[in-house]
């Protein structure tokens, strides 16, 4: 419903993950609903074992690198 009206409207959407890249790039022009990941921060899962990691979308990578730093899985990104 939201995104149907928004879509009706014009306006914009941006989402943006922890919003920590946000100047980088090509910027848009207009921002009319910032639609910010923060609160979404916290590991989901974490199988060391099978080397996989799975995060929220607001996570920073500095933050998921300090998880993976006390073993030896490394990210990729």
Not at 38 to 58: H, Q
Request: charged share 20%; no cysteine.
């Amino acid at each position: 419903m939201f995104q149907t009206t928004q879509s009706k409207k014009k306006l914009s959407v941006i989402p943006a993950g922890n919003g920590s890249k946000l100047s980088i790039g090509n910027p848009p022009t207009q921002i009319d609903f910032l639609l910010t990941m923060k609160k979404f921060d916290k590991v989901i899962e974490y199988i060391p074992d099978d080397l996989t990691i799975t995060v929220g979308s607001g996570m920073l990578l500095k933050d998921v690198q300090e998880i993976l730093a006390d073993t030896t899985n490394k990210s990729t990104l």
